[in-house]
C-alpha cells in the first residue's frame, strides 16, 4: 500500500498523559500536513512540513502540541498532558504538487 | 482569513437521479484552488474534484462537475447518476495560490449525503 499510513488508528488515553501518532506520506511527497477533525466538523489546520521544515502552525497549535519531521520522511504528532478538549481524529495529508493532497486515515483520539 | 460555508448538513437523493451540494467561500484572493472531498465512513478522505480559480471553464471527473461563480463565490458539486458509493461527507475546501505561501486547507462543515436505493 503506498497511501499514508498513520498509526495507531485509534489510541484511549487518561487525561494528563502524553501522547504520540506517527504519520507516513507518500514517500516522493515534501509536504506533509496535520489536521483535527472533531464530531461533526471539517479538518482544521494544525501544521506543515516542507521536507523537515516545519513552515507553518495554526493557534490551533498549543504549548502542548509539537510535531516534528526528521529527515523530511515520516512525521509524529506528540500532546502532552492531554486534555478531554484533545479527543478527535488527527489526519495526516501528504503532496507533491499544492493542487492535491492525499489523506491517511487518521488516528481518532479518545481522553477519558 | 479565508471563510468556506456549506449550508446543507444533510442531503439526500435517490439513487440514479442527480444531487447539487452547496458550498460558498469568502475570501478577498484573487488567485486560489477550490476542492471538493469525500470522506465515506470509516474512510479516508479523497479528492472527487479541483478547480483553479483563473480556470473559467468548470471542472468535471466523469459524474463529478462543479458549477464556479467567482463573482459569487459559490462553488458547488453536482453529482450525476448517483450510487450507493456516493454515499459520504462531502466537504469543500479552499486553498490559496502557492504565490501566497499559505498551504493549507480550509474546509467547510460538510454535507452528508445518504443514496436511497
Known amino acids: 500500500d503506498t497511501g499514508v499510513s498513520q498509526d495507531p488508528r485509534h489510541k484511549i488515553t487518561k487525561r494528563g498523559q502524553n501522547v504520540t501518532f506517527r504519520c507516513d506520506p507518500i514517500s516522493e511527497h515534501n509536504r506533509l500536513y496535520w489536521y483535527r477533525q472533531t464530531l461533526g466538523q471539517g479538518p482544521e489546520f494544525l501544521t506543515y512540513?516542507?521536507?523537515?521544515?516545519?513552515?507553518?502552525k495554526s493557534r490551533l497549535l498549543s504549548d502542548r502540541f509539537s510535531a516534528e519531521r526528521p529527515k523530511g520522511s515520516f512525521s509524529t504528532l506528540e500532546i502532552q498532558r492531554t486534555e478531554q478538549g484533545d479527543s478527535a481524529m488527527y489526519l495526516c495529508a501528504s503532496s507533491y504538487r499544492v493542487t492535491e493532497a492525499f489523506f491517511g486515515q487518521g488516528t481518532r483520539l479518545t481522553v477519558v | 482569513a479565508q471563510t468556506v460555508t456549506q449550508s446543507q448538513p444533510e442531503m439526500s437523493v435517490q439513487e440514479a437521479e442527480t444531487v447539487t451540494l452547496s458550498c460558498t467561500y469568502d475570501t478577498s484572493e484573487s488567485d486560489y484552488y477550490l476542492f471538493w472531498y469525500k470522506q465515506p465512513p470509516s474512510r479516508q478522505m479523497i479528492l472527487v474534484i479541483r478547480?483553479?480559480?483563473?480556470?473559467?471553464q468548470n471542472a468535471t471527473e466523469n459524474r463529478f462537475s462543479v458549477n464556479f461563480q467567482k463573482a459569487a463565490k459559490s462553488f458547488s458539486l453536482k453529482i450525476s447518476d448517483s450510487q450507493l458509493g456516493d454515499a459520504a461527507m462531502y466537504f469543500c475546501?479552499?486553498?490559496?495560490?502557492?504565490?501566497?505561501?499559505?498551504?493549507?486547507?480550509?474546509f467547510g462543515t460538510g454535507t452528508r449525503l445518504t443514496i436511497i436505493p
Open positions: 512540513f516542507q521536507n523537515e521544515a516545519q513552515l507553518e
Open positions: 478547480q483553479e480559480a483563473y480556470k473559467q
Open positions: 475546501a479552499y486553498r490559496s495560490s502557492p504565490n501566497f505561501g499559505n498551504e493549507k486547507l480550509t
